[in-house]
């Protein structure tokens, strides 16, 4: 088992990129309960923010189980 755990802009960024985020909010509360520290200070200023929203508004993919596809 790898001890490599990335840190927490990097972790941001793969959530932005997975899919599951929709907002740079939902990334911050997934980092949290993935038990990430100092979020606040790794994820901040206005450059950051919207290449995250970026990111998730073009990965974002609604979960099929909790909403209606059409």
């Known amino acids: 088992m790898s ?8 972790r ?3 959530l932005a990129r997975g899919g599951g985020c ?4 939902e990334i911050k509360q997934a980092l949290q309960s993935e ?8 994820l901040y200023g206005p450059t950051l ?6 990111l998730c508004q ?5 979960d099929p189980e909790g909403e209606a596809a059409e």
């Open 35 to 42: 038990g990430f520290e100092r979020i606040q200070d790794s």
């Open 22 to 25: 929709r907002t740079v909010g």
């Open 49 to 54: 923010t919207a290449a995250l929203r970026k």
């Open 58 to 62: 073009e990965h974002y993919v609604a």
């Open 12 to 14: 941001a960024y793969e």
């Open 3 to 10: 001890n490599h755990r990335p840190t927490t802009l990097e």
